[in-house]
């Protein structure tokens, strides 16, 4: 009993754990039904990350029944040219892995990053959508830079996207870092909204400040039509300790009836 608290209250941290079942009920019928979507983020790889972690992430995406991957931002947390040989790992995934970027990733290098992401075949959704297939349906998969990208000469233009993606009949799914930017999930009449960023809190009390600038925390929310899932994420900011706050691969399994 006492260990089962511990474990509770002192997480463990790293990379090797088990992806944890999710199941996101969608308000309307869908193509999307029994989608799989291993939903990876905030893994803040730099320096001291243990090559043993990544190594762990790369089989256990692998291993993992699904039909895509995603990750939702921050990926690194040093300078590109000091983690390459880490990131590089990545090229042994084999399963479809689309990503967006996060405010570590502007900060720490984001198109020196986005040349390594594509040499290990990840695709990179900043600002931009891809029909997707599923089981003879296909839906739209679309993405957003990290709030801060104006400040580092990137243009989301938000509005010209949400513009083009409304006026696709297939269903949608948005992957973006902040939780601020479930709203054009709303706007484009996505079906899904999976992001992180928020840690899930990492250390408790900070939870409490999180709340003052994100509109969700952790987990499930629903908000007028659309089904959002905010990613606990892999790494940790600043200190690299979690306090009543777990790290998560989180298995998505979309649960709507059929058209």
Not at 89 to 94: N, P
Not at 242 to 253: D, G, H, K, Q, V
């Amino acid at each position: 009993m006492m260990k089962r608290i511990l474990k509770k209250i002192f997480p463990k941290t790293g990379f090797a754990i088990a992806p944890t079942r999710v199941r996101l009920t969608l308000p309307k019928p869908s193509t999307l039904h029994n989608l799989r979507i291993l939903h990876i983020s905030d893994l803040h790889i730099d320096t001291k990350t243990p090559i043993e972690d990544i190594e762990a992430l790369v089989r256990c995406i692998n291993a993992t029944p699904c039909d895509i991957a995603v990750c939702t931002g921050d990926i690194i947390d040093a300078e590109v040219d000091k983690i390459e040989h880490k990131l590089l790992m990545l090229r042994h995934i084999q399963k479809p892995l689309y990503c967006i970027s996060g405010n570590h990733d502007l900060v720490y290098g984001y198109e020196k990053l986005c040349k390594i992401l594509r040499r290990c075949n990840v695709t990179i959704l900043d600002n931009r959508y891809l029909i997707v297939r599923h089981k003879h349906n296909d839906f739209v998969l679309w993405g957003l830079s990290d709030r801060f990208s104006r400040f580092f000469h990137i243009q989301r233009n938000e509005d010209t996207l949400v513009r083009q993606i409304r006026n696709i009949s297939l269903p949608k799914i948005c992957i973006a870092h902040q939780p601020k930017d479930y709203k054009y999930s709303i706007l484009t009449h996505s079906a899904l909204f999976l992001c992180g960023h928020t840690h899930g809190g990492q250390i408790f009390p900070f939870h409490l400040l999180v709340r003052l600038f994100q509109p969700f925390l952790r987990g499930i929310y629903y908000k007028k039509g659309v089904t959002v899932y905010v990613n606990s994420g892999l790494g940790a900011w600043g200190i690299k300790y979690r306090f009543l706050s777990r790290a998560e691969i989180a298995l998505i399994e979309v649960d709507a009836r059929k058209p």
